[in-house]
Structures are given as C-alpha cells and as structure tokens.
C-alpha cells in the first residue's frame, strides 16, 4: 500500500514553554524579515514550500477567507530571501488565540534545504515571537512533513506533549 492510500497519518503535536533555544548565528548572504505578503506571493511561497509535503490547507481555503486572514493581522510571517530577493521558505505564525500561538507553517523550498537555513530561520523567527510573551508556542507536525521536521522542532527547544493517529483531511 503506498502512502497516498494510508487512512491515517501520525501527527506530532509539540509545544515550547519558555524562551526558545539561542539564535542561530549564520554569516552569509541569506536575510530573514517579517512581511506582509499579497495573497499572490503568500500562495507562491506556500507552494514552493509545501507542493512535496501535501501541504493544500491554505490552497483549499476560498480567496476572500485567506486574502482575509493575510490581512487580518493576526498571522505573524517570517521570509527567509536569498540575495536576488528570492523567497527561500518561511516561518507563520497565528496569534488568534494568545497567548498561545500556533506555529502553522514552517519549511524551505527543496533547493534551500539541507544547507541549515531552516533551523536559522526557525530560531530567529522563535526569538522574535517570543518578545511577545506568550503562554506556549505550539504547532503539530506529521509523517508526511520532511524527515528532519522533530529533531530540528527538538533543537529549538520544542517537547512532544501528544501523539495521535489522524485522517489527512484533519491537518
């Protein structure tokens, strides 16, 4: 059976409660900033990233609900941009329900891994979320995320708190 027939996925559900693991010094080229993408760039990205881990949460969402929540002002985006400006991956996060914040979407586009930009960029984007007191920062991950996902969630200071069997259709 392959994996696209499997009922069910294994998902991590892992949470940080108290400040994260130190920044992750980095000298070269790459710049990470929190933006405010249009709904066009946020989709770009968000298939660049997620196209090989199945991610179609936001792909599935109608335009007026995600052009919504780009500009609600409650997600907090960290891009992560080479040095032509090219957007590498991000860090999203949602305040909806702070003080504790979800971690709702984190990755590199495939050529971008592997070079340790996704823990740089996770430990920035953390430290910089962290300011704003929250209670926990949590997310949820699973078998289909990259494989490295919980040893670099564990890095940054992350500790599981459940492990569930779920549909896809759940995440």
Request: charged fraction near 25%; proline fraction near 5%; glycine fraction near 8%.
């Amino acid at each position: 059976m392959n994996e696209s027939n499997t009922a069910t996925v294994q998902v991590t559900y892992m949470e940080l409660l108290e400040s994260p693991a130190p920044a992750i010094e980095r000298c070269g080229v790459e710049r990470i900033a929190r933006e405010h993408l249009s709904l066009s760039d946020y989709l770009t990205l968000y298939r660049n990233v997620g196209e090989s881990l199945r991610w179609d949460q936001r792909l599935r969402m109608p335009e007026a609900e995600l052009r919504a929540l780009l500009d609600g002002g409650l997600l907090s985006i960290y891009v992560l941009r080479d040095s032509r400006d090219l957007a590498l991956g991000f860090c999203e996060f949602d305040l909806s329900a702070f003080p504790e914040i979800e971690l709702r979407n984190f990755g590199l586009i495939p050529a971008a891994q592997g070079s340790g930009l996704g823990p740089w960029l996770l430990t920035v984007a953390l430290h910089e979320v962290w300011q704003s007191s929250p209670k926990r920062i949590w997310l949820h991950t699973d078998t289909w995320d990259h494989p490295a996902a919980i040893r670099v969630y564990k890095r940054a200071g992350f500790g599981v708190y459940d492990v569930r069997h779920e549909a896809p259709g759940m995440l």
